[in-house]
């Protein structure tokens, strides 16, 4: 089994910064895709960012040229720059990984979820 443990929440004010950060532990033989989703209040969840084993990324619109994606292989762990946050972007932030454990093909792995704040 993969589990997926983020970091890196807080309350911030708008135009402020943060980082999060996710690390896949267990029984791990390789990660393909790793992502961060966001669930507003009251909406559902949806894509942040993603990016590929590869390096290659993918972005929402409404975070694009302010956030960045970014991954460690070698320490399994996903990052998310976000700067010139917005009060829209207060959410509940969700790490995800295509991720394969010893002995068995891709499973997809969600974290519990930490809480942006952003102040106006």
């Known amino acids: 089994q993969v589990q997926m443990v983020e970091s890196g929440g807080g309350l911030v004010q708008a135009g402020g910064s943060l980082r999060l950060s996710c690390v896949a532990s267990?029984?791990?033989?390789?990660?393909?895709?790793m992502a961060w989703y966001q669930q507003p209040p009251g909406k559902q969840r949806a894509l942040v960012a993603a990016i590929t084993s590869g390096g290659t990324t993918t972005y929402a619109d409404s975070v694009r040229g302010r956030f960045t994606i970014s991954r460690d292989n070698a320490k399994n762990t996903v990052y998310l720059q976000m700067n010139s946050l917005k009060p829209e972007d207060t959410a509940v932030y969700y790490c995800y990984s295509n991720a394969r454990a010893r002995d068995r093909w891709y499973d997809p792995y969600w974290g519990q979820g930490t809480q942006v704040t952003v102040s106006a």
């Open positions: 267990g029984s791990i033989f390789s990660v393909e895709t």
